[in-house]
């Protein structure tokens, strides 16, 4: 909250906080991606199996938890993060993957050089809207082109129906005047 500029430093123990971060994430400062949230909801039957912690590695086939007398299991291998073990909740626990530094770097080169304007230029790929904050993309003029390079561009919220990508870029929407004053946002 701190970074965000919603908060002043000097409005908490900053210090302390961000000592208690350090000391928890015991010398993790990878950056991770969300994969996969377990929802569940108050209807629900849902139970963690036991022995389970943030930044556990899993298997393929891992056993993970009951939801209605069903068993939940690892699809790949991956990362668990937040199992819920207490009587509370909507999710379940998250599978993570962790990012390589080097795609962060690459991402924020592209980014800075705003790489996504010429994004329309590519074949099947236009503006979906006059303001420009959806890409429109045509999967059988650009099936060459992943989600993951679209992803690498700050386009992250997917919607696919069976002919054509809706890609939202979360930053041009979240650029606001809020933010112009913070050090962080450029």
């Known amino acids: 909250m701190?970074?965000?500029?919603?908060?002043?430093?000097?409005?908490?123990?900053?210090?302390?906080?961000?000592?208690?971060?350090?000391?928890l994430a015991k010398g993790n400062h990878s950056f991770y991606e969300v994969i996969y949230r377990q929802a569940i909801s108050s209807l629900d039957q849902f139970s963690m199996y036991p022995g389970f912690k943030s930044f556990d590695n899993l298997k393929k086939g891992t056993p993970?938890?009951?939801?209605?007398?069903?068993?939940i299991k690892?699809?790949?291998d991956t990362?668990?993060?937040?199992?819920?073990?207490?009587?509370q909740g909507e999710e379940g626990f998250f599978l993570?993957?962790?990012?390589?530094s080097w795609i962060l770097r690459f991402s924020a080169?592209?980014?800075?050089?705003k790489m996504d304007t010429l994004l329309t230029y590519?074949?099947?790929?236009?503006?979906?809207?006059?303001?420009?904050?959806?890409?429109?993309?045509?999967?059988?003029?650009a099936r060459f082109f992943s989600k993951p390079f679209f992803?690498?561009?700050?386009?992250?919220?997917?919607?696919?129906?069976?002919?054509?990508?809706?890609?939202?870029?979360?930053?041009?929407?979240?650029?606001?005047?809020?933010?112009?004053?913070?050090?962080?946002?450029?």
């Open 74 to 76: 690892a699809e790949k």
């Open 151 to 186: 992803h690498l561009l700050g386009y992250r919220n997917k919607v696919v129906d069976s002919t054509h990508l809706i890609l939202s870029n979360r930053e041009k929407v979240a650029k606001k005047d809020m933010y112009k004053n913070t050090f962080w946002f450029k």
């Open 122 to 141: 590519l074949p099947g790929v236009y503006w979906s809207k006059p303001s420009k904050e959806q890409l429109k993309v045509n999967l059988k003029i």
């Open 2 to 23: 701190i970074y965000s500029g919603f908060l002043e430093d000097n409005q908490v123990e900053a210090k302390s906080h961000r000592d208690l971060l350090n000391e």
């Open 96 to 100: 993570i993957k962790e990012i390589p």
């Open 64 to 71: 993970l938890a009951v939801q209605n007398k069903e068993e």
């Open 79 to 87: 990362i668990i993060f937040m199992p819920l073990y207490q009587d």
């Open 109 to 113: 080169f592209l980014r800075n050089i």
